[in-house]
């Protein structure tokens, strides 16, 4: 199934965030064509007012997203298929972006 018309008319990139309100991106790769423009761009953002609630700093996990992040993985390995993918990682995700990327990492080394 193909997103919102007018993302595809106006070659407007499909962001696909990976936060507690929305579906994931794994779910809406697996559901719907979300490729709208020479690439696709992911963003894993997180909950920043659960993680400012639970620490000050930035600097370690206070969360364990793993398993999220390896069905972003997926996501992107899929997309990854078709076009470039974007994705940016926001500290307020696992409150650790490295350790994020260290999951994906390994991960995708699978």
Known sequence: MKPIPSLWAGRVVWVLPDQAWMPSPLEV???LDAVT??????????????VDSLTKKLDHVVIDRSEQIK?????IRSLSGRVPVVTFVNNHYAVCARHAATVARRTDAR
């Open 37 to 50: 423009d020479p690439f696709a761009y992911v963003r894993l953002l997180g909950d920043r007012d659960t």
């Open 71 to 75: 069905a972003n993985a997926q996501a």
């Open 29 to 31: 790769v697996q559901k």
